[in-house]
């Protein structure tokens, strides 16, 4: 999200940013910690430059990112053409898209994002048992805050946790007990979700349905959590700067706070929640 305003930042020949980091890194308990000890200042090492923070204007373009209805998709060769068509159309104009009746149950979303929430808000002791900067951690599931700490300009004001679901699925026991359930059966209707796509995405590349799943597009499937806690001076700071995304496809379930921006033809456009809607991007991988 792009945000507004905030003073220049003073040089300080006494700031010291790898402490800074360093204790933030060690306390193991993220930005939700900082919240938590009462801070009413955003901290040095938050802080975007004053270049970055600029709003721009999106009421210059009239675009809203499709919501393409997957009601009955494969059903009627003629709608399902009709689908084709707007995934294509979606895929050649801006990149995203929302799927909405997509056979994901909506009780399967709202448990999702809440088992993500309750995770966030357990006790920092039991939170920091997860918590890892390693590449290659011990445990499956991944808690930590901003994965580029040392190394981007600025930190991003929220926490993360991360999982690898597939090809190789974690054991029960290796997952929060508040995901235990949840996380699994979400990312099983995630999955057949992405099947999917990658058949509308193979027909409206003109190919045979199963071409980029032949491919192994859909073999792996990680899951990002982000975690957003309330900010004293959110104009100073971002919860996600810029960026893309790595991968062949993300489907991003937003909660109905807001906040998502995509960018086109050189403005950020506002994706507003809708519900029972999930937000799809065209992934790097994709785009080659």
Not at 92 to 104: D, K, M, W, Y
Request: one cysteine or more; glycine letters at 8%; aromatic letters at 10%.
């Amino acid at each position: 999200m792009v945000v507004s305003g905030g003073a220049e930042v003073c040089d300080d020949p006494n700031y010291d940013r790898k402490t800074e980091q360093k204790a933030f890194d060690d306390s193991k308990a993220g930005v939700k910690g900082l919240v938590d000890a009462g801070v009413s200042k955003v901290p040095r090492m938050f802080i975007a430059p004053p270049n970055m923070r600029a709003v721009s204007d999106t009421k210059k373009i009239q675009f809203s990112v499709p919501v393409i209805d997957l009601e009955g998709v494969g059903n009627n060769s003629q709608h399902h053409k009709e689908i084709i068509d707007k995934v294509r159309h979606a895929c050649e104009t801006g990149g995203f898209f929302q799927v909405a009746n997509h056979g994901i149950p909506l009780s399967i979303l709202e448990e999702m994002k809440d088992g993500v929430r309750r995770f966030f808000e357990l006790d920092v002791g039991v939170k920091k048992e997860f918590y890892t900067r390693d590449p290659q951690p011990k445990t499956r599931f991944r808690y930590t805050s901003n994965f580029d700490l040392y190394t981007a300009p600025f930190a991003n004001w929220r926490d993360t946790c991360f999982c690898i679901m597939a090809p190789d699925p974690p054991k029960p026991e290796e997952l929060p007990s508040v995901l235990r359930d949840i996380q699994p059966e979400y990312m099983n209707h995630v999955m057949r979700l992405g099947s999917c796509l990658f058949k509308l995405l193979s027909e409206a590349l003109g190919l045979k349905p199963s071409y980029l799943e032949e491919m192994g597009c859909a073999d792996g499937l990680s899951v990002l959590c982000h975690y957003y806690p309330p900010c004293p001076e959110p104009e100073l700071t971002f919860g996600t700067s810029r960026h893309s995304d790595n991968d062949f496809l993300t489907v991003l379930l937003q909660d109905q706070i807001g906040g998502l921006q995509v960018f086109y033809q050189d403005q950020w456009v506002d994706v507003p929640p809708v519900p029972g809607a999930l937000v799809v991007n065209i992934g790097d991988l994709l785009q080659l």
